[in-house]
């Protein structure tokens, strides 16, 4: 059995967190090999299926644009030709965060989220003193790695910062405006990771000291992390409303934090290219290597 593991051209030679799982795969009898998603000379119908993981370009073309239709096109283009995990229609959903609105109106709780278009204009100021918040947290709907964020205290030097950030964010793509919960400089934030609908493990990301973002990428650092049987089916439920919407997935990361009242509200639902830690977790890469080969058998 051929299976392709759709990476990037460039990924961080600090990436290792997947070798378990290449190594579950092999050991299994399969044929692996790793290949850049956008590479034009590839056919994809020489694989029986193609696993996204390490696809971590898209959303940042390098000029303050993303190539998500690029990527959103490819996906569907490969599953023409192959079977794609997670399947195309989960990519177009997950790839822009308007999906958060609508796990909202399925019941999860988020982050009060004030959701601007591009082109739009707003008051910041106006906004964060209409809704009492202390401090702001600004973020593209399209983007991935903490790109175009920006944390602002409600005074007139950060104010000022968040209006010129969005001014010139907003003439080229939609952002989000929420209050910035500070718990996570401290407990950052818990991943729940589930394959084929089932809990695998959980780990929990800390911001370097005085920052915000939980990305190796940024210094942070990552353990595993104790969840409780209601924290697990609260994630679940949101996987199992992803997959309700679309199909069944392969893979799933729950993305969870605490706001102020000390309330998990949800960050993300990663069903695209997530990190999974396999390194907090030996037996998670044979559960999935397990649950890609009963796909693809049955």
Known sequence: MRVAIASCRDLPGWEVDDRPLYAALRGRGVDLEIIPWDDPMVNWADFDACLIRTTWDYWDDGEGGDRRDEFVAWAERVAGQTRLFNPPEVIRWNTHKRYLRELEAAGAKLAPTIWLD????????AAVAERGWSAGFIKPQIGACARETLRFQADPAGLAAAQAHLDRTLARE?????????RVEREGET????FDGAFSHAVQKIPVPGDYRVQDDHGASDRPAE?????????AALVEAAGGRHHPLLYARVDMMRDDEGAWVLAELEVVEPSLFFRHAPAAAGRLADALLARLRG
Do not use: H
């Open 118 to 125: 591009a082109g739009a204009t707003i008051d910041v100021a």
């Open 174 to 182: 939609p952002m989000i405006l929420q209050p910035y919960l500070r």
């Open 191 to 194: 991943s729940l990771i589930f």
């Open 227 to 235: 969840v409780t049987a209601a924290e697990i089916d609260a994630a």
